[in-house]
């Protein structure tokens, strides 16, 4: 087990109102979900009587695993780079995979850290970007000490 001190390093929020997810898949079809989802989210989320809050609210944490690792959708980092997956406890987590796990790794992140929620019209998820404390990789972010 490592022990070395963490901070965060990259956080990212976002939110999405269901009525708009659910009027995007309504107009592009199953092609949407294959463009967004991995096999395994779709499985998951398609055996749900409504499945949309719960796609939903992992597209918006994939969005916020954008936000968090500062590229939004540039960068070669694509939609299926990001997974929602579930512990046996039910507790969600993230698995990623290429440009997205470069730059994570890049910017000093070890791990991502994810919670989401939806209600009856909104989804939201907050991404946490892991990793070892010390120099922000984000050197605008660094509060000037003579202020």
């Known amino acids: ?10 956080l990212g929020l976002d939110l999405i109102e269901l009525a708009r997810f659910r009027a995007a898949w309504q107009r592009r079809g199953d092609r949407f979900l294959e463009r967004i989802f991995t096999e395994h989210e779709r499985r998951v989320c398609l055996r749900r009587r409504d499945p949309v809050p719960e796609l939903s609210a992992r597209f918006a944490a994939k969005e916020a695993t954008f936000k968090a690792i500062g590229t939004g959708l540039r960068r070669g980092v694509r939609w299926r780079d990001v997974e929602v997956r579930n ?3 039910g507790r969600p987590y993230l698995h990623v995979s290429g440009r997205v796990a470069e730059i994570a790794r890049s910017l000093g992140g070890r791990r991502l850290i994810v919670s989401l929620t939806h209600s009856a019209d ?4 907050q991404v946490m970007l892991m990793g070892n404390a010390g120099a922000s990789p984000w050197p605008e972010d660094l ?5």
């Open 1 to 10: 087990m490592n022990t070395d001190p963490e901070t965060v390093v990259g």
């Open 87 to 89: 512990a046996p406890s």
């Open 122 to 125: 909104t989804a939201a998820a």
């Open 143 to 147: 509060i000037d000490e003579e202020t």
